[in-house]
């Protein structure tokens, strides 16, 4: 496995994504397809059509990802190749449970979906492993005995856990896995670089393998969107200054001073790995949203701001599409969440402008599954990272606000 494919879903996303240029983006960059359709008019969000859509892709995720072997987990891919594994990775498992969370935030549909995340909260414990390398409880990345052999902790995968949790707290008031969410930041500080002799001494390692000593946008950013949700929770400043290193280190040594976006990671050398995936756009607009609630100074909520306006310029409105659909669930969820202060529809505008995309040019008609391979396979990360585009855009604008 390399780094790559880990990073992208731990298949072949370079062939996928059609090279480089595609990935990184810029105006003017490949679309979804060459006759992507216009933005279809918006019906309010919480209109049928993303109410419908959001299910059905859902249902295709049951019907042919679904082990139905007890475990409650997935496939990594559908077809099934020769030599795959019996389940998918941590990763790809919590977007499909992200995806449950975003359906029961749906007014019409959200009380029958509950169920479904109470059985993803569950299935996710199948990750849960005892220690990793820093001493630390935490989730690996492939399930642990009796499903599988386990697997190497990375922090990023544990972080969207923790940020799961956290909606559920803020969308049901459950604060029975909070505690979780506690553990994950405690894992993520101990995966920061405290060997002054490292260039750009700091930040969170992206995972505990050795094959990988990288120091990530997505290591540092999501963890501190995670202690920053905490701490509004009980005000332990302990979590608020670790949210801050992470921060300001972050800010420090991955922002590109052209444009004001982020590269992907820094190596050990202290060179930057250039890349700017939407991800790492969207998840620093969310913790410049929660700086600024915590704090009151309008500074952070101007920055959500540039960074939105400047990501959104940078891709363009094909370019975006480029990105893995997974990615951008992420840009659109903390696009929304920057909508909950500013107010306005144009960050909703333009979810549902990619969601329209998307539905048009990437489903087929008869299986319901997405696709972006040349090869007609479809990642399951990439039907639950639909599924969330598609229940994001039947969201109340009265949820955004427990988004994250």
């Not at 909070?178 to 101990?190: G, K, M, R």
């Not at 009980?234 to 976006?261: A, C, E, I």
Request: hydrophobic share 35%; with cysteine; aromatic share 12%.
């Amino acid at each position: 496995m390399t780094e790559e494919q880990r990073r992208l879903g731990r298949r072949g996303f370079c062939g996928l994504m059609g090279g480089a240029a595609a990935v990184v983006g810029g105006v003017g960059g490949v679309g979804l397809g060459a006759g992507s359709a216009a933005a279809a008019p918006s019906d309010g969000g919480t209109g049928s059509r993303w109410v419908r859509r959001a299910e059905a892709t859902w249902e295709a995720l049951q019907r042919w990802f679904a082990t139905h072997d007890g475990s409650d987990l997935y496939r990594e891919q559908y077809p099934v190749a020769a030599g795959d594994n019996a389940y998918s990775y941590e990763w790809p498992f919590s977007q499909a449970h992200a995806a449950a969370l975003d359906l029961t935030g749906i007014p019409a549909v959200g009380r029958r979906y509950r169920a479904e995340l109470d059985r993803h909260d569950r299935a996710q414990q199948h990750y849960w492993s005892a220690k990793g390398s820093t001493g630390l409880p935490g989730f690996a990345s492939y399930p642990t005995a009796p499903w599988g052999g386990g697997g190497d902790f990375f922090y990023d995968d544990n972080e969207w856990v923790g940020l799961i949790d956290l909606q559920r707290y803020l969308r049901f008031g459950d604060r029975s896995v909070v505690a979780q969410a506690e553990q994950i930041f405690d894992l993520v500080v101990s995966g920061w670089d405290d060997d002054a002799s490292h260039a750009a001494p700091g930040g969170v390692f992206w995972t505990q393998a050795s094959w990988s000593q990288d120091r990530n946008t997505v290591s540092n950013m999501p963890g501190a969107l995670v202690g920053l949700s905490l701490y509004q929770l009980d005000r332990n400043r302990r979590r608020f200054d670790w949210s801050m290193r992470m921060y300001d280190w972050t800010n420090q040594h991955l922002v590109d001073p052209k444009d004001g976006l982020y590269w992907d990671h820094l190596g050990l050398d202290g060179k930057p790995e250039k890349t700017k995936w939407s991800y790492n756009q969207g998840v620093p607009v969310g913790v410049n949203v929660l700086l600024h609630r915590i704090t009151g100074r309008r500074h952070y909520l101007d920055e959500a701001v540039r960074i939105a306006d400047a990501a959104t310029s940078f891709y363009g409105t094909d370019a975006l599409d480029g990105q893995p659909v997974f990615f951008n669930s992420i840009w659109f969820r903390n696009l929304l969440l920057l909508q909950s202060v500013t107010g306005g529809s144009e960050r909703r505008r333009q979810l549902e402008s990619y969601a329209e995309r998307l539905w048009t040019d990437k489903r087929d008609p008869d299986t319901g599954l997405f696709h972006f391979a040349d090869d007609g396979s479809t990642q399951m990360i990439e039907q639950a990272g639909a599924t969330q585009v598609f229940a994001l855009a039947a969201l109340p604008p009265s949820a955004y606000r427990t988004l994250l």
